[in-house]
């Protein structure tokens, strides 16, 4: 009998075929907007049903702000080897991801996979080559630049403003006024109900919350969820509240959707933010990333590690809190490997994390380069237990540490069972009990010790930081371990010495929306003879 049982398992992993890999990008959520991480002040159910049923990743790096984050994602590279370290790609930039850049739908599409991206883009959009149809997806509805407004679907940046929103090539001006989380829902739900089942899904969807959009209205949601959360004083952290509620909802709904499709029992969902939370009016947004230091766009844990779970009945051990070390462009060779293809790519900076993740084994990679910004005068990289900062953004003006603890209160583990999400894992028999998923969220906050500081002025010096003792970066031990010290500004400057320049390009007028229907568009594959330099 027992025989049986083992061919019949076997028999039903190999029947399976390629995995369906569906991502869930959030847009600057912060650290402790995520339920999971100890905030009873916004619920996440859903999102926290994907924490409590699978892998909480604990030590989950990204890239400090959107296109070099997303770079890495789709490359497998660190912003530092494809030129995208230096902040974000406008609209009017000709420039893209560099197009020798083999990316992740590329390589899915290989296997067989049918690629969609829902949402953001923002990795170059001023020829067509640059855009999603042309990078390996077969459908893109959405926008091409870093952030549109809610309901209205435009974006203002460099003191320009223009309508971003996309079908294909099309620009989809019927869904003007749509909330834009429920057209990204909406779509991914049909993609999920038409997909043929005898291909692999790879599915995208590039959330546009919780960035903000402009800003004579830059945090928007329906007014009836904003309500909701009275309780909260802060008018902006309120609608941030009632967009992050949206946010989850979406997730809720395409994980039930996967089950009630039977596509579900088959997939892996990675759910990440792209970078650390626009905390403290940072970008005129309110996430927290407490207790970790800094905001988006800085290289303090707050800016570069990110609140994300990995979930699949393929992984072996869950649920549990995953401590392996992790970085974004580590998921491609990750998701490759988990659909067991016979890949050899060189020159990644990525590691194939699945053996490591799916059987709790110690993770390969014992170093992160967070960045390396020649033009910022800003780099930190982690080796081992230590990291290093070399200089700092913004000349240290958001080198602090930004709330709401949101620990008032208590946590309603109820809504995390009974969520859309929550009981599509339950069919499948993998939701935990409602102990154990307090006993995991317990295990998943970070709490801050009680220690004397030790201060660390970044433009004056180096700051170097036992990470795994103090993850909110409290205590500079530079004047204390100057070997340590040494040795990692020896490896800065080693790695310094592999990276690219910069491909950032001066904004290019001929993008301007004006010119274009008030429409930002792929500008560099027109001649328009009534531009006037």
């Known amino acids: 009998m027992l025989c049986v049982l083992l061919c019949f398992a076997l028999c039903l992993y190999e029947c399976r075929g390629a995995p369906n890999v569906v ?31 699978g892998l909480s990743l604990q030590n989950h790096y990204v890239a400090p702000i959107c296109t070099p984050s997303r770079a890495a994602l789709m490359t497998g590279k660190y912003p530092i080897h ?17 197009l020798s850049e083999k990316i992740l739908p590329q390589y899915l599409k290989e296997l067989g996979y049918k690629t969609h991206l829902v949402g953001k883009w923002h990795l170059g959009s001023y020829k067509r080559e640059y855009l999603p149809l042309n990078r390996g997806f077969d459908s893109h509805i959405g926008f091409w630049t870093g952030k549109i407004d809610m309901y209205d679907h435009t974006t203002q940046e460099n003191g320009l403003w223009g309508f971003d929103f996309r079908r294909g090539f099309s620009v989809a001006h019927d869904l003007f ?7 990204y829902t909406d779509e991914a739900l ?20 919780v960035h903000t959009g402009n800003p004579y209205e830059p945090i928007r949601a329906p007014e009836d969820l904003v309500a909701n959360f009275s309780q909260i004083e802060d008018p902006q952290r309120r609608k941030f509240a009632a967009m992050l509620t949206k946010l989850d909802e979406s997730v809720g709904k395409v994980v039930e959707s996967l089950q009630r499709h039977s596509l579900l029992k088959n997939s892996i969902i990675l759910f ?11 970008n005129l947004n309110a996430a927290s990333n407490y207790p970790l230091k800094g905001v988006k766009n800085t290289l303090w844990e707050g800016g570069v590690r990110g609140a994300a779970a990995l979930w699949s009945p393929l992984l072996s051990k869950v649920p549990r809190v995953a401590s392996q070390r992790l970085h974004i462009a580590d998921w491609l060779p990750t998701f490759l490997s ?14 194939d994390q699945w053996g490591a993740l799916s059987q709790d084994l110690k993770s390969q990679r014992t170093s992160v380069v967070h960045n390396i910004d020649n033009i ?10 230590w990291k290093l900062h070399n200089g700092t953004n913004y000349h240290g003006a958001w080198d602090f540490w930004y709330g709401p603890s949101g620990r008032e209160g208590s946590y309603d583990v109820n809504a ?20 154990e998923i307090l006993k995991l969220r317990e295990a998943s906050i970070i709490n801050c010790q009680e220690v004397e500081p030790i201060s660390c002025r970044p433009l004056e010096a180096p700051c170097l930081f036992n990470i795994e003792e103090d993850a909110c970066e409290r205590r500079n031990l530079a004047g204390l371990e100057p070997e340590v010290l040494q040795r990692l500004l020896q490896e800065l400057d080693k790695i310094n010495r592999t990276s690219v320049p910069p491909n950032n390009q001066p904004l290019d007028p001929r993008g301007d929306p004006k010119f274009w229907g008030r429409t930002y568009t792929n500008f560099g594959d027109y001649q328009r003879p009534e531009f006037v330099c």
């Open 23 to 53: 991502l869930i990008i959030a847009d600057d959520l912060g650290w402790n907007d995520v339920g999971f991480h100890g905030s009873n002040q916004i619920p996440t159910p859903n999102i926290d049903a994907l924490f409590s049923s």
């Open 82 to 98: 494809t030129g995208m370290q230096h902040g974000v790609l406008y609209g009017i930039e000709p420039r893209g991801l560099p």
């Open 177 to 183: 006024g749509k909330y834009v989380t429920d057209v």
């Open 190 to 209: 049909k993609i999920i109900s038409e997909h043929d089942k005898s291909e692999p899904l790879f599915l995208m969807v590039g959330h546009s919350a």
């Open 272 to 282: 990440s933010t792209d970078n650390g939370g626009a905390a403290g009016g940072f």
């Open 338 to 351: 988990a659909a067991e293809a016979n890949i050899s790519i060189s020159n990644l900076d990525g590691i």
């Open 376 to 385: 910022f005068g800003s780099a930190s990289i982690t080796v081992d237990q």
């Open 416 to 435: 995390v069972l009974s969520s859309a999400a929550g009981r599509a894992i339950a069919e499948l028999g993998m939701m935990p009990t409602e102990e």
